[in-house]
């Protein structure tokens, strides 16, 4: 069993930023496909990003585009997710997956279902 562990979230101003950490237990971190997500309450879990192991592609969702950004650190089993220019729209619950295999098609790695393991999720909230 694979635990994920995020850290990082917190109260933070419109305009200021957060980074996100999640580190799991794989020992073959470097074979798992790492994905960001949030769920806003009332809303479905969305996706915000996901990174690949190998050469680091990344995709983003478009509201987070040029924003944030995903990054990893193989060596301490680490994903990161570095946000600025937070807005109230932001403020969700974040949570971190992972996944093996290498399919990493964006019309995959955007569904839930492409991930096997779930973080706890770490709450964000923006003040307007």
């Known amino acids: 069993q694979v635990q994920l562990v995020e850290s990082g979230g917190g109260l933070v101003q419109a305009g200021g930023s957060l980074r996100l950490s999640c580190t799991t237990s794989a020992r073959t971190f470097s074979s798992y496909i790492m994905g960001w997500f949030r769920q806003a309450p009332g809303k479905e879990r969305e996706f915000v990003g996901a990174?690949?192991?190998?050469?680091?592609?990344?995709y983003y969702a478009d509201s987070v585009k040029g924003r944030f950004i995903i990054s990893r650190d193989n060596a301490m089993n680490t994903v990161y997710l570095q946000m600025n220019s937070l807005n109230s729209e932001d403020t969700a619950v974040y949570y971190c997956a992972s996944g093996l295999g290498t399919n990493f098609a964006r019309a995959v790695v955007v569904q839930t279902t492409r991930y096997t393991y779930w973080g706890q999720g770490t709450q964000v909230t923006v003040s307007s």
């Open positions: 990174i690949r192991p190998n050469d680091g592609s990344r």
